[in-house]
């Protein structure tokens, strides 16, 4: 038996995973949706990574899945923890020292957003249907809807502080239809910053474990 431990995006709220859990659990499988306080601007990514720790405890037999803002936390746990395992799902990819709110001019992803929106014909004005819940069927989005909170603007300014990736299996996950990380620049985001050539790509937008958890499921499931 493995321990999955899911770390989410932007609000920090553990509800994003509540789909994929069911579906790891049946598969044999412990899974762990960690809660952070994201509407908390006094929590920075220490307490994050404190959180996530906690929620480790003394499992040494991890996998640790990061979404999205999430993978500012990811590096922070690993230099903590025994992760066997680190996946990438739709998500920033941070170098050392480095800040959230500059990891977007770093790596140029506001204008990778505008060049996929020329060319899938939506609009590049960012708001949160067409670039998050495009593909979250209605009753899912309703349900989540209630859980929702805001991230705290304070964690963009916030320094990743660690010193290297961990010298384990790290594999990265993009949804083929992200409008808000671009699956060609996700993909140029692992290659530079991992040296990963080979990513895996599955159906789903941004939210991936909300559209498509069955799929995501079973590519963390296929990790093992």
Request: hydrophobic share 40%.
């Amino acid at each position: 038996m493995k321990s999955f431990v899911l770390i989410p995006g932007a609000g920090g709220m553990a509800s994003y995973w509540r789909l994929v859990v069911p579906l790891l659990e049946q598969a044999g499988h412990e899974a762990i949706a960690v809660d952070l306080p994201g509407d908390d601007a006094s929590a920075g990514l220490a307490s994050y990574a404190d959180l996530t720790a906690r929620a480790i405890g003394a499992r040494t037999d991890v996998v640790l899945v990061a979404q999205s803002l999430g993978g500012f936390t990811a590096p922070l746990v690993c230099a903590r923890k025994s992760v066997r395992t680190l996946v990438f799902v739709n998500a920033m990819i941070p170098k050392p020292g480095e800040t959230a709110g500059e990891w977007g001019k770093n790596t140029g992803s506001a204008p990778a957003r505008a060049r996929a929106a020329e060319r899938g014909g939506y609009s590049p004005r960012f708001d949160l249907e067409t670039y998050f819940f495009h593909d979250v069927p209605p009753e899912i989005f309703a349900e989540g809807a209630k859980d929702a909170r805001d991230e705290a603007e304070t964690i963009f300014s916030d320094p990743c502080r660690f010193e290297a990736w961990p010298s384990i299996p790290i594999h990265v996950i993009v949804g083929r239809d992200d409008r808000f990380f671009p699956s060609d620049f996700q993909r140029r985001v692992a290659r530079e910053r991992l040296g990963l050539d080979d990513v895996d790509e599955i159906p789903g937008g941004h939210l991936v474990a909300l559209s498509n958890p069955r799929g995501l499921s079973d590519e963390l499931l296929g990790y093992l």
